[in-house]
């Protein structure tokens, strides 16, 4: 199933374990009061998060770190990883300034996995979003 929200903080539901989903997230929904919440994500049953590669353009090259807590968190967010799994209270980060301090203006916290699953670089999928103008007029 492709599980999917929209252009305001969501919560996007994982279904009851019998197939894989796919959670595409946006990164125009980052903060706090604007970062979906992941329900059900089961990466041993084959779950995915799905990326943009117009914003992930190192597609598979990105880099993923998944950390144990707040403190490691900040130290990474200083390092060269794009995406940062805080195992502690399940929060995804997209890191857009890469080595600078913080996350940068476009980056920050872009979901929220309940029950603080796995999460894995194996888990994470970048795809080719079509949008209307890539069809014409």
């Known amino acids: 199933d492709l ?3 929209y252009q305001q ?3 996007l539901s994982g279904g009851n374990g019998d197939s894989a989903d796919v959670f595409l997230l946006s990164t125009d929904q980052i903060g706090k009061r604007h970062a ?3 329900t059900g994500f089961n990466g041993t049953n084959g779950d ?3 990326l ?3 914003t992930f353009r190192r597609g598979e090259g990105t880099r993923f770190k ?3 807590n707040t403190k490691q968190l900040n130290k ?3 390092k060269r990883h794009e995406l940062i799994y805080n195992k502690r209270n399940g929060q995804l980060h997209f890191n857009a300034n890469r080595k600078a301090d913080g996350f940068g203006d476009d980056g920050g916290l872009l979901a929220i996995l309940t029950g603080k699953p796995q999460l894995k670089k194996s888990n994470i999928e970048y795809i080719d979003i079509l949008s209307p103008s890539d069809f014409g007029d």
């Open 9 to 11: 903080k969501d919560t």
């Open 76 to 78: 990474w967010s200083g």
């Open 3 to 5: 599980i999917t929200g």
């Open 36 to 38: 979906d919440l992941i």
């Open 66 to 68: 998944a950390v144990r």
């Open 52 to 54: 943009d590669l117009e």
């Open 48 to 50: 995915l998060i799905a």
